[in-house]
């Protein structure tokens, strides 16, 4: 499908109907809205992100629009060890015995700094939660990912190769790398699909802290976004493996 064609994605209303979703980045933009879409067209969604009264928020928005119930696992990506992640995938496996998506999509741009002066450990902080934690939830959760009958993996990707984007912009070019080779390992007799979204600039909390003097009315909202990732979560998009979306041009 063209990026347009996914843009005006009509899924069907059961497209995720008894699947297990993890989504992180879940309390707010994107991931709230993924969460959110992925809840009513049947997922049961685990949401984590760090801030426990905001992943309330979101469980209780499914909750009163019917959805399936969700789980909460709060956990800080920044910090998280090893052990932590070890311990998510032992939740997850007995809750659930098994998982059929994984939406990396948590982010943090940490401000706009040029390398020269870039804070060294701001820099470690920005690429553990923008490269380091989508990897380890990647590799966590592949046995879990292995026992569903459609699984997929899905990446928040963002091209800002530019001055100043630093660790960020570094991360997420790595992360493109990371997608790439995850597809084609995991294309094989029993494939798990590897995919990833570029929005483009949305209308979220973390562009408003970055472009202060933009209006926000000429974004799109992360609800408008919300087809492709529905899309390359739900088994219309079997076919595909190993892409990168780019929803938009985009200049800045």
Known sequence: MTPEAIRQYRPSRDLLQQRIVLVTGASEGIGKAAALA?????????????????????YDEIEKTGGPQPAIYPMNLESATTKDYEDLAGTLESEFGRLDGLLNNAGWVGGLTPLQHYDVERWAQVMTINLHAPFLLSKTCLTLLGRSDDPAILFSTDACLRAYWGAYGIAKHAMEGLLTILSDELNGENPIRVNGIDTGPVGTWMRRQNYPGEDQNTLPSPEQVIPAYLYFMGPDSKDFTGRNLHLAERSS
Do not use: F, S, W
Request: proline residues 0%; positive net charge.
């Open 38 to 58: 992925y809840a009513r067209h049947g997922a049961t969604v685990v949401l984590l992100a760090k801030e426990l009264n905001k992943l309330e928020q979101v």
